[in-house]
């Protein structure tokens, strides 16, 4: 049981460049989320899905998109990266039941120069 | 106005030492509430859930005033492990569990 997982770990990028991050987790959740973390911000809400094949915005999801093909997966792309996309990104998810407990993935370190 | 709000820190405590964290959340219709904690370049996890009449785990206990509209979070005879960044989480339930975190308050227990 590998929980939640995120690949890559480490990914530095160029302005304007693409890139898709990948959120995998193997405890059959409905809700998945994409947050970053920026230090004295908190974690902040980019996207989230509460079901395969459903997406919705957060609280900062300009610059963002994302796709839930399969109810594994919760993808997050970048499609021109910004200096201010420099951040650590976290997925989490959770099951639909009262307690909320949220389990995240190990987080993806990105710069973008 | 942030909608979860900590004390940054960093709390800097001896080994063996009591030290208390407070929290306060801006909406009244916050539902649940949860202290994660967060290593050093690592995801957050979750230490305990808080409920309404308090409760307990080890070392470590929580509370809720939903009067004052503030959580805190009492850990007794600290120990070196318990260094870390602990984040004080709410989430008002809705169509999905959103969540509000507040940006972590950072301990550091001395030897």
């Known amino acids: 049981n590998a929980g939640v997982t995120q690949t890559p770990k480490f990914r530095v990028l160029k302005t304007g460049q693409s890139m898709t991050l990948l959120c995998a987790q193997d405890m059959n959740h409905e809700y998945m989320y994409w947050y970053r973390q920026d230090p004295g911000m908190g974690l902040r809400l980019i996207h989230y899905s509460v079901g395969e094949g459903t997406t919705a915005k957060g609280e900062v999801p300009d610059g963002y998109n994302v796709s839930r093909l399969k109810k594994q997966n919760f993808l997050l792309g970048l499609e021109s990266a910004a200096p201010s996309q420099t951040s650590v990104y976290f997925c989490?998810?959770?099951?639909?039941?009262?307690?909320?407990?949220?389990?995240f993935g190990p987080g993806t370190r990105l710069t973008v120069t | 106005r942030k909608e979860v709000e900590q004390d940054p820190g960093p709390f800097n405590v001896p080994e063996g030492a009591t030290v208390a964290f407070n929290c306060t959340y801006s909406?009244?219709?916050?539902?649940?509430f949860f202290w994660y904690r967060q290593d050093c370049r690592k995801e957050p996890k979750l230490l305990m859930s808080?409920?309404?009449s308090g409760n307990e785990d080890g070392r470590f206990t929580a509370q809720l005033n939903r009067a004052s509209q503030y959580i805190s979070l009492l850990i007794r005879d600290s120990k070196l492990s318990d260094s870390a960044t602990y984040l004080c989480?709410?989430?008002?339930?809705?169509?999905?569990?959103?969540?509000?975190f507040g940006s972590g308050t950072k301990l550091n227990v001395k030897p």
């Open positions: 989480v709410v989430n008002m339930e809705g169509n999905f569990n959103k969540f509000y």
């Open positions: 808080v409920y309404s």
């Open positions: 989490a998810s959770d099951t639909s039941v009262p307690e909320y407990e949220q389990y």
């Open positions: 909406n009244s219709a916050s539902q649940s």
